[in-house]
């Protein structure tokens, strides 16, 4: 068995069964079916805009047959990446000068208007039918807590 790990600032490294190596999802070195599985948690909502995701969509629907893909749900109450109720309903705007005023969650006080900016839209979190659109072949199940979707997995 062999694990391959991508990332995309990785330094290239082979540790046991693990292969670490660099990479973008969006446009995969690889052959079509070259893995019997990819795995992928939480990558998906910060890979870019729509097109960004389509792409690495495609791109592991290409290089595996299964696949288990799993992203936080738009509409679960707290956005886990700013841990803040209902962040990602926010204009971009007020969300850049809520991080302008201190850290939120993981995502440190930003100096400037732009560095909010820039945090802000390295997030995009996907609703149920926009992963339904991303993996059309795929089951997407809902992962809750209390009762709430807090993610979505597509499972092919």
Not at 12 to 24: K, L, M, S, T, Y
Not at 47 to 73: D, H, K, S
Not at 132 to 151: M, N, W, Y
Request: hydrophobic letters at 45%; glycine letters at 6%; one cysteine or more.
């Amino acid at each position: 068995m062999e694990v391959t790990l991508l990332n995309l600032d990785a330094v290239p490294e082979q540790d046991g069964p693990f292969r670490i190596v660099a990479g973008n999802a969006c446009a995969l070195e690889y052959g079509d079916n070259a893995f019997d599985i990819v795995h992928s948690n939480s990558v998906i909502e910060h890979v870019g805009g729509w097109q960004a995701m389509m792409a690495m969509a495609g791109e592991i629907r290409r290089v595996a047959p299964r696949y288990f893909v799993q992203t936080p749900n738009f509409w679960f109450p707290i956005e886990p990446h700013f841990r803040s109720v209902y962040f990602q309903l926010l204009p971009q705007s007020v969300r850049a000068r809520m991080l302008m005023k201190g850290k939120r969650g993981h995502r440190p006080r930003a100096q400037s208007f732009e560095e909010a900016m820039v945090s802000i839209e390295s997030v995009n979190l996907l609703t149920f039918p926009q992963m339904q659109a991303l993996f059309p072949d795929a089951t997407i199940t809902k992962e809750r807590v209390f009762g709430l979707v807090k993610s979505l997995i597509a499972i092919q």
